[in-house]
């Protein structure tokens, strides 16, 4: 088993930042790979990042050039930087790490984007 906080969320206003972490009950290095989603009220749960063990980094269209994923093999740790934030980025924010084949994710932390 593996457990996952996330922290770091809160309310901001709009064109804010937040850095949203992740850490992992054990060691990291052995994901495959890591990613963090998000689920705002009335949609499904999507993907906003992902970082493989090899460091490829993928986004979703509507972070792009805004977040920045990465991930701290050393403090088993995965971040989100977040960058001119919008209202529409509200939600509950989740990690994910694949130790394959097993997902585990965490409870999740929630990001308000608000003036």
């Known amino acids: 088993q593996v457990q996952l906080v996330e922290s770091g969320g809160g309310l901001v206003q709009p064109g804010g930042s937040l850095r949203l972490s992740c850490a992992a009950s054990r060691s990291i290095f052995s994901t495959t790979v890591m990613g963090w989603y998000r689920q705002a009220p009335g949609k499904q749960r999507e993907s906003v990042a992902t970082v493989t063990r090899d460091g490829i980094t993928m986004y979703a269209d509507s972070v792009k050039g805004r977040f920045t994923i990465s991930r701290d093999n050393a403090k088993n740790t995965l971040y989100l930087q977040m960058n001119s934030l919008k209202p529409e980025d509200t939600a509950v924010y989740f990690c994910?790490?694949?130790?394959?084949?097993?997902?585990?994710w965490g409870l999740g932390t929630q990001v308000t984007v608000s003036s």
């Open positions: 994910c790490a694949t130790y394959w084949p097993d997902d585990y």
